[in-house]
């Protein structure tokens, strides 16, 4: 029969980082060891009082369909929380909850982004993105950094990307894939920029802004220009080790979160009951409470940096945030590994996965086709093998 999919289905991409971890399932299902660095997943459990909310939750019964837009006790300590950890101000009615910061980052795009608009993605940028912004039938336009610049773009590159077509730029502070961490003045310096193209949207994806490693996380939004301009997202899935829980949210202005609102009413309706209650337990108690898995994350970083700076060929800078490093291997473009001729990161990840038995991920996913991706959110112990494996494959 003739494929009688879309065209939308047909040219959407498959997640690379999906890929790449369905690929390690079946290898394991076939008996082969493999050390999976290429989700981003905390190895930890999701702390115990978080869970004990859970099951407090299903013991009060809280089973029945939840607010589209979230449980006001809920949203409310969304807005706690943005004044606490942000110095934002947020009303109940500029907070949305989705089932996940994915659906969050969806919502904000369909409702924004009209046939045919540039959506900017600062580049490296999370690989769903570009297919998001593909879904509305926008353009996906990359700005470009490398490792030179620590990943990140200047005020006269954001100036040299704006045209009268873009409606909405994609920031990511502490940054999937790099671990980059924009400072205040940095964010200030393309605020400038952005000020004089008042009809641009920003949507400032800040997932990860609790994992950081001595630069202060800053909320784009606090800058006063940015404020009515600025959709931002964050979730619980990260900082809390709740990945399965599906849990996102967005502090916006009350018109694109009522729009966002009515997009999610005839997606997917209100989130998951359960991890909802959860949330307010997580977001009402402090920081401090989950600092460990940071600090863990921060050991694990210089582990794996001193052990691929032993690693001829590959090229490193030092993230402060996140829990991913992203090296620049284009040292071995053009060059024959057992046999196998590399000519990008793709080539290169595959030959990973084959040869060393580790997933990681290609840089080209994210806008950035020198690098790889690879995530350190596993054991000290699986690091270690994992860098030992990757550097005999490269030395043989």
């Not at 800058?223 to 949210?249: C, D, E, H, Q």
């Not at 001729?341 to 080539?347: G, H, P, Q």
Request: with cysteine; glycine share 6%.
């Amino acid at each position: 029969m003739t494929n009688k999919l879309s065209d939308r289905i047909n040219n959407l991409p498959v997640s690379a980082t999906l890929a790449m971890a369905a690929k390690t399932r079946e290898l394991k299902e076939n008996g082969i060891d493999i050390i999976g660095l290429s989700l981003g997943e905390p190895d930890f459990n999701t702390p115990d009082f978080i869970k004990e909310a859970a099951v407090q939750a299903i013991n009060d019964n809280f089973n029945s369909y939840s607010p589209v837009d979230g449980y006001v006790d809920l949203k409310k300590s969304i807005c706690k929380k943005f004044k606490r950890d942000n110095g934002l101000h947020y009303e109940t009615d500029q907070i949305v909850v989705s089932t996940g910061a994915k659906q969050s980052i969806a919502n904000t795009v369909q409702v924004l982004v009209n046939p045919g608009d540039d959506v900017l993605l600062v580049a490296p940028y999370w690989v769903s993105y570009s297919a998001i912004v593909t879904l509305a039938e926008g353009n996906p336009i990359e700005i470009r950094s490398d490792i030179s610049s620590d990943f990140k773009i200047t005020p006269k590159e954001l100036e040299s990307s704006i045209t009268n077509k873009t409606k909405l730029v994609i920031i990511n502070s502490p940054n999937n894939p790099s671990g980059s961490v924009y400072t205040k003045q940095e964010y200030i310096e393309l605020a400038k920029i952005l000020e004089k193209y008042p009809e641009v949207f920003i949507l400032s994806d800040e997932i990860y802004e609790h994992i950081n490693y001595g630069v202060p996380h800053y909320s784009f939004a606090k800058i006063p220009s940015m404020y009515k301009r600025t959709i931002t997202v964050n979730g619980l899935a990260k900082a809390f080790a709740m990945t399965g829980w599906r849990i996102g949210y967005i502090g916006a202005p009350a018109w694109i979160a009522k729009a966002c609102t009515k997009m999610q009413g005839q997606i997917t309706s209100g989130t998951n009951c359960i991890a909802q209650r959860a949330t307010i337990a997580a977001l009402e108690a402090p920081v401090s409470k989950i600092q460990y898995m940071v600090e863990e994350f921060k050991e694990r970083r210089e582990l794996i940096i001193s052990l691929l700076n032993e690693v001829e060929g590959i090229k490193l800078n030092k993230p402060m945030g996140a829990f991913y490093i992203f090296p620049d291997i284009s040292y071995f473009f053009g060059k024959t590994l057992k046999n196998k001729k590399i000519n990008n990161a793709s080539d290169f990840a595959i030959f990973l996965l084959e040869e060393s038995h580790v997933a990681t991920v290609t840089g080209d996913a994210f806008g950035s086709p020198n690098n790889i991706r690879i995530s350190y959110a596993a054991s000290k112990e699986e690091i270690k093998k994992a860098i030992d494996r990757i550097k005999s494959s490269l030395e043989s």
